[in-house]
């Protein structure tokens, strides 16, 4: 029985879009220049030509070659690593990384798994972990970002790789579960206990985790229960205040007002934190909360509305202009930017995550 569960889990884990949405190009350059030319700068012919996204190739321990894209904010307040869910790549979550920059003001790196998009290799869960390592290598000794300006972003099977770094790094500024799996096992069967045939063991790292953790579900999933972001709420050491978004399914969250909202207050309630000198970090989130708490009942105005003066709304095409013009009474479309773009059958059977 073991080893035929392991391999169902194995098998229905990974869903690379094939063909893949994108090609990586060498950009022309003018001219001739007489010195050894640096490398070519590299270039995703389907998404639009930005000059503050840079387009990477990374090597990992295992060998395999992944594909990177790096969107940089003038200003930035932190960096946020984004691990993306299931059937989607770079190209379909490029238009997503670059909302969330403008719209929260801070470096979002995104990456392709391996056998994911041009990423060399097969996608397996060691694999995943090694390519979110080779990441991280990248954003540490390449840009210079420093752990306690880190955000690690997990979406669905997403939370796999980003659970398994975030336990192993004690000074990260905060972590966001979105839809988050407690275990591969666990989305197909509902098991008790954690087997060692089980992948994306997430329900046993997250007590780890020392930073403020946000998770983010919605309660009408059909494909990960909400009841597993709840577990690993619980878990938590360092609690956020937690989303869950009312109706919400496991392919549409960016289009609920109350996603970018939330996240705009975690990521400034986090940023502040990390700049106070005493106290825990649990102590410190906590009192930032009950302080905006306090405020707002005197001064009778909202922490979004709040949040919204200090971070402007920089982008014409929202996330929340999106939702206004697409979003039908009482029937959320399913999001365009998803990260897991997968047939009815799959969603259906729950096979998928």
């Given at each position: 029985m073991g080893g035929v569960t392991s391999s169902i889990a194995a098998k229905f884990a990974f869903f690379p879009p094939h063909p893949p949405s994108y090609t990586v190009v060498a950009a022309e350059v003018g001219g001739v220049s007489?010195?050894?030319p640096a490398p070519p700068r590299l270039e995703i012919p389907e998404v639009p030509s930005k000059d503050n996204v840079d387009v990477l190739k990374l090597r990992t321990r295992r060998g395999n070659e992944i594909v990177a894209v790096y969107v940089k904010y003038h200003r930035p307040t932190c960096?946020?690593?984004?691990?993306?869910?299931n059937a989607a790549d770079l190209g379909q979550m490029f238009?997503?990384?670059v909302e969330l920059s403008n719209r929260l003001r801070l470096n979002v790196m995104g990456y392709d798994y391996s056998g994911y998009g041009q990423s060399t290799g097969k996608p397996t869960e060691c694999n995943t972990y090694a390519d979110i390592d080779a990441a991280y290598k990248c954003l540490k000794e390449q840009y210079g970002v420093k752990d306690e300006q880190l955000i690690l972003y997990g979406q669905s099977v997403g939370s796999g790789p980003t659970l398994d770094l975030a336990s192993r790094i004690p000074e990260l500024r905060g972590v966001v579960l979105h839809s988050p799996i407690l275990s591969g096992l666990r989305v197909l069967y509902p098991v008790k206990r954690t087997y060692w045939f089980d992948i994306y063991k997430n329900i046993d790292k997250v007590g780890a985790v020392k930073?403020?953790?946000?998770?983010?579900?919605?309660?009408?999933?059909?494909?990960v229960d909400v009841s597993h972001g709840k577990q690993l709420w619980e878990l938590c050491k360092v609690k956020y205040e937690p989303l869950w978004v009312s109706g919400g399914g496991h392919c549409n969250l960016e289009l609920y007002p109350e996603f970018i909202k939330h996240l705009?207050?975690?990521?400034?309630?986090?940023g502040k934190s990390k700049a106070t000198a005493n106290g825990s970090k649990k102590d410190t989130v906590e009192s930032e909360n009950q302080g905006k708490a306090s405020k707002e009942s005197e001064s009778g105005t909202s922490g979004t509305?709040?949040?919204?003066?200090?971070?402007?709304?920089?982008?014409r095409n929202s996330l929340d202009s999106r939702?206004?013009?697409?979003k039908k009474p009482g029937k959320p479309e399913k999001s365009r930017m998803s990260t897991d773009h997968v047939d009815r059958f799959r969603r259906r059977k729950g096979l998928v995550w």
């Open positions: 007489d010195p050894p960096t946020m690593l984004y691990s993306h869910g238009e997503l990384f930073c403020p953790v946000l998770v983010i579900h919605g309660t009408a999933d059909e494909v705009k207050k975690f990521v400034q309630t986090i509305s709040e949040l919204s003066t200090e971070i402007p709304e920089v982008s939702l206004e013009k697409s």
